[in-house]
């Protein structure tokens, strides 16, 4: 259900995308369905599934331990948020700009923490269980 189509990643290549600091994310849908709820009255009504979404979007800082989420709003079709990485015992503005190989992300090679890791997790809780509540 939240599957991109790219051709490739829309990261930088050979960034450590578990440095501290704001990450702005944008998740869409697949094939920009919608499926989250609609417009009503200039704001979004969220359905089941946008409330699915936005109950595991809270959730990340609980497995995620590193980080914390500032705004963030679930469209029909997508969503946008900012998440903060921290590094242990720092404030978000303690920006380390050394970059560690080890934390490097590729293929096959998922890296802990990192934005990749923390969206791929994210992604497939809400859409395991969508798919669990529309089977029923």
């Known amino acids: ?30 094939d920009k369905n919608i499926l989250f709820g609609n417009i009503v009255d200039n704001n979004v009504a969220l359905n089941e599934f946008g409330l699915i979404a936005s109950l595991c979007w809270g959730e990340i800082p609980t497995h995620f331990s590193r980080t914390y989420l500032d705004e963030f709003i679930i469209m029909p079709n997508h969503l ?8 242990s015992g720092e404030t ?19 890296v802990r923490s990192s934005i990749p ?15 669990q509540k529309s089977k029923i």
């Open 92 to 110: 978000a503005c303690c920006v380390s700009t050394e970059i560690q190989q080890e934390n490097i992300e590729g293929f096959g090679k998922p």
């Open 117 to 131: 890791t923390i969206i791929r997790s994210y992604k497939s809780a809400v859409t395991r269980l969508i798919h």
């Open 80 to 87: 946008h948020g900012i998440i903060w990485i921290v590094a």
């Open 1 to 30: 259900m939240m599957t991109e189509k790219f051709s490739h990643p829309p990261r930088l290549s050979g960034f450590d995308y578990t440095q501290p600091g704001a990450y702005f994310i944008t998740i869409n849908t697949f």
